[in-house]
């Protein structure tokens, strides 16, 4: 199983934007669903957003008016972009997918994925 690879993290100031990648050149990600998830110092592990082929994109409800996740099935990628970043976005971020043969009822739920990334860090000062 390919790992997908996540990028685009970095140091930005509070109001600024990035754009996450998440790269997975042989995994069929036209035909699953990818998850963005993110883990600040101290605190578990939550949803950010996810995308799948056929329910389209869902964005969890803390971020829904500054982050957008689309994909890119051409190349194939997922992105993950974020405006107005606050200091409370910090965290490193992760990008997860499952197998084929999982069924994802919640793609926000992370117990459904089973292919994580080794995650991108995203700081943001104040």
């Known amino acids: 199983q390919v790992r997908p690879v996540e990028s685009g993290g970095g140091s930005v100031q509070a109001g600024g934007s990035l754009r996450l990648s998440c790269e997975g050149a042989?995994?069929?990600?036209?035909?699953?669903?990818i998850g963005w998830f993110r883990q600040a110092p101290g605190k578990q592990r939550e949803a950010v957003a996810a995308?799948?082929?056929?329910?389209?994109?869902t964005v969890s409800d803390s971020v829904k008016d500054r982050f957008t996740i689309f994909r890119d099935n051409a190349e194939p990628t997922v992105y993950l972009s974020m405006n107005n970043l606050k200091p409370e976005d910090t965290a490193m971020y992760y990008c997860?997918?499952?197998?084929?043969?999982?069924?994802?009822?919640?793609?926000?739920?992370?117990?459904?994925?089973?292919?994580w990334g080794q995650g991108t860090q995203v700081t943001v000062s104040s």
């Open positions: 997860a997918t499952h197998s084929i043969s999982r069924n994802v009822p919640y793609p926000l739920n992370q117990l459904y994925y089973d292919i």
């Open positions: 042989e995994h069929p990600y036209s035909r699953t669903c």
């Open positions: 995308i799948c082929p056929d329910r389209g994109s």
